[in-house]
């Protein structure tokens, strides 16, 4: 039987099954990323809900496991030369799986190369560029006066969403064929409604994007994904 005892994250979320992938996760945009992989790849894996309270995410035990206090994070127990790996960064994961399963990468180098580039922009850009649109409309930057910091954000948003809407102008998915890149993107496209920013960012005039994460959403793993680990 797989031993997990090496990582103190399994003192709190204690694995049932330490033989199959263990995901610490909440559905976020950043954490429906990796469950959605895991779906998509068929790669069996147990989800444990990390919620965002500091209670779960600053717990000695999660920070065993990831020290900068974010969710996903996974433990595979089949690593590298059979030997169990922790990872965290929802970016970083997605590519070890796909590197893993030689699944939703590309065919080619070259493939991989764009599949990358995609991944990098929605890490380094649309990620972090809509969440801090939703904090400063929605959550406590809100009541902050001054509109330079909503402005900024709400403009670099649009900037951004009008580079995804080109890349998409006649093809389906972002880097070609589907990818770990749509599935980095498209939960962030969809975190629009939540943060109530569809209108100010012209959301409706980005045709091929609308149409990109509708096909998206309608993928059967996408839909189990997007609720895995389920909320209490």
């Not at 797989?2 to 954490?31: C, K, M």
């Not at 309270?53 to 996974?74: G, H, M, R, Y």
């Not at 590519?95 to 929605?122: H, P």
């Not at 389906?172 to 599935?183: L, N």
Request: net charge negative.
């Amino acid at each position: 039987m797989t031993d997990l005892s090496q990582f103190h994250v399994t003192r709190r979320w204690p694995a049932q099954e330490p033989s199959i992938l263990q995901l610490y996760s909440f559905p976020t945009p950043n954490g429906v990323k990796v469950s959605i992989a895991l779906e998509e790849m068929g790669i069996p894996y147990e989800p444990h809900l990390v919620t965002l309270s500091d209670t779960d995410v600053k717990s000695p035990e999660f920070l065993s496991l990831n020290p900068n206090n974010k969710i996903p994070a996974i433990i595979d127990p089949d690593g590298p030369d059979g030997a169990p790996v922790a990872l965290f960064e929802s970016g970083a994961i997605l590519l070890y799986l796909a590197e893993k399963t030689g699944k939703l990468i590309g065919a080619t180098a070259v493939d991989k190369a764009r599949v990358t580039q995609w991944l990098m922009f929605q890490m380094g850009g649309l990620g972090p560029m809509l969440g801090q649109l939703g904090f400063f409309y929605k959550f406590a930057g809100a009541e902050i006066e001054d509109p330079r910091p909503r402005e900024r954000y709400i403009n670099e948003s649009k900037r951004l969403l009008a580079v995804v809407d080109k890349q998409l102008e006649g093809q389906d998915w972002i880097a070609g064929e589907y990818s770990i890149a749509d599935i980095a993107i498209a939960p962030w496209l969809r975190a629009l409604d939540f943060y109530g920013t569809r209108e100010i960012t012209g959301w409706a005039d980005h045709k091929n994007a609308v149409a990109y994460l509708e096909r998206f959403l309608e993928r059967p793993a996408v839909q189990k994904g997007l609720v895995t680990p389920a909320r209490d």
